[in-house]
Each structure stands twice: as C-alpha cells, then as structure tokens.
C-alpha cells in the first residue's frame, strides 16, 4: 500500500507490524479481508492449578491478587475476559484479569465486600505459595472500538504492559482518544491515582478524569456520580464507544 502523505496516526512500529490506515491508504494490490478481531474466536476455557504469589492492598479495599499457573504457559485470553477463581473449600468467584496475557501468571484487582464469602473470607487469609484453582478465559466483553471508559467502584485498572489493565495494555498505542471516567466514594479509594496519568504517555490523547460520590471539602475534583460526569462532559455519545465496568452498588 502507499500513501499520497506519511499519516500522522501511524506510529513507524505499527506501520512496521502491518498496521494501516485504511482511510488513507491505497492498495497496490489484491486485498485479503479478514474479519475483525471481534469476531474471531475465543480460546477455549481451561482449568488449571495455582498457586497464590502475593496479595498485596492497593488501598484500603482493594487488593493487588498476583498468581502462577506453572503448567499453563502463555495465557491466551482477551482484554476484557474474565476468570473463576476457587479456593478454600472449593468457593468460586468470578474476577477480571487486570493484567496482559503472559507467561504463567495473571493478576486480578479485588475489592473486600464486608461480609463477603470470598473476598472477606477467604482472600484476606491466602497467602504465598497457597494453591487455588482457576478457569479461564471467560466472557465475550473486549474492546470493539477504543473510546472511553467509565469504571466505576473498585477494580480493573492497573499500571503498564506486563502489569495493568488488559483493555489498556493491549490496544494503547493504537489508540484514538481516550477518557477514563473513574468513579469512587472518597478520596482514599482512588488507588493507583498517581500511576493512571502516566498511561497517558504512550496514548494519543489520553483523559483521566477521577469523579467522586462523597468527597469531603478537601478534594478539588469532580464530584457526583461518574456518569453523570461523563454524560455532562461527552454531550452527544452517538460517536463513542462506551466500556462499563463496576460493581452493582
Ligand atoms: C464477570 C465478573 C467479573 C468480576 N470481576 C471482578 C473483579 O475484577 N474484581 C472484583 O473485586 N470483583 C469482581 N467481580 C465480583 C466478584 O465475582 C464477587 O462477586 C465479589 O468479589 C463478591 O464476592 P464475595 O464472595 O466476597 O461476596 P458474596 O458472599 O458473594 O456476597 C456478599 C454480599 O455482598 C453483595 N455483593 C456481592 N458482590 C458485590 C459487589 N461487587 N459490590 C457490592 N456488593 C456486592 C452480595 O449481594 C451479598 O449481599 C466480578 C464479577 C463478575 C460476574
């Protein structure tokens, strides 16, 4: 292919991956259309035993679950998909991957619900080199088109490339603009706050846009329900694409 002027939006390693604008660019050739990426199919689910590598808190509800799966090599899952984590005496819970696929070993964001069986139960009590059991990859939520995010609560979003968010990770430097609405009560429950701003290097253009529920008179902020921030600032959302994630409360 060739174009009539360099594209701004194409960085030289993607350009050098195969990557094309294909509003810009003109083929020399036949073209081989293959369906998006969407489409394809996921790979199957598959159990596999684990062991725990460290629990560590984010803040004062949420923690940084690092585990090993010595027998599985490269995980092979989609930013987005989800695993089911058993331990104990057997109790599963579902929990996002929030780090990129690789070799062995995934990490999950959890957040403590008071009372919870699994998160309040059993979580606080494991600890290195303890086994537990997961299955995955689970689910079909992926990213489609790469706009904004709203999260809202308490996971999911994580640091840089081999640590962090999949949805990030994977698909940020071919990223058109991005806004991450990211919803929380109170200022102490906004972790990884100081290492969000950075994805934003490695992005075209990149917003981070903290919104608070019950903000005290210290915090300089947005305050509200995140998608009422997102909503009062996109306006018209017929242009983006939209990526909810929370929990229910
Ligand atoms: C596809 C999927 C992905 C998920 N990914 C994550 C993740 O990445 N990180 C994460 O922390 N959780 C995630 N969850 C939620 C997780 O699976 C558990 O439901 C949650 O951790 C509570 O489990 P528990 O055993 O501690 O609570 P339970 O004993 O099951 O519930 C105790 C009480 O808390 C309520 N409750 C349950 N879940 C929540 C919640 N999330 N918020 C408020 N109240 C709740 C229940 O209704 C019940 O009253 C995900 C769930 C799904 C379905």
Known sequence: MRYDEEP???????????????????????????????????????RHRAVVRAVRPLSADVLHVEL???????LDYRPG??????AG??????FSMASVPREGRVDLHVRRIPGGAFTDGILPRLKAGDPVDVELPLGTFSIARRLPAIA??????????DQGDPRIA??????????LYWGMRQPEDLYLHADIPTWGERLY???????????????QGRRGYVHDAALADLGDLSEHAIYLCGSRT
């Open 68 to 74: 090993e799966l010595p027998e599985a090599g490269t």
């Open 8 to 46: 701004f939006g194409l960085a030289p390693d993607e350009a050098a991956a195969g990557y094309a604008l294909a509003c810009q660019a003109q083929p020399l050739g036949d073209l081989v259309i293959s369906t998006a990426r969407d489409d394809e199919a996921c790979a199957e689910p598959a």
């Open 81 to 86: 998909q989800y695993l089911k984590l058993a």
């Open 89 to 94: 005496d057997g109790l599963a819970r579902s």
């Open 205 to 219: 253009d990149f917003q981070y846009v903290p919104v608070l529920s019950r903000a005290g008179d210290g915090w």
């Open 152 to 161: 809202d609560g308490c996971h999911r979003y994580g640091t840089g490339a």
């Open 170 to 179: 994977d698909g940020r430097s071919r990223l058109p603009p991005v806004s």
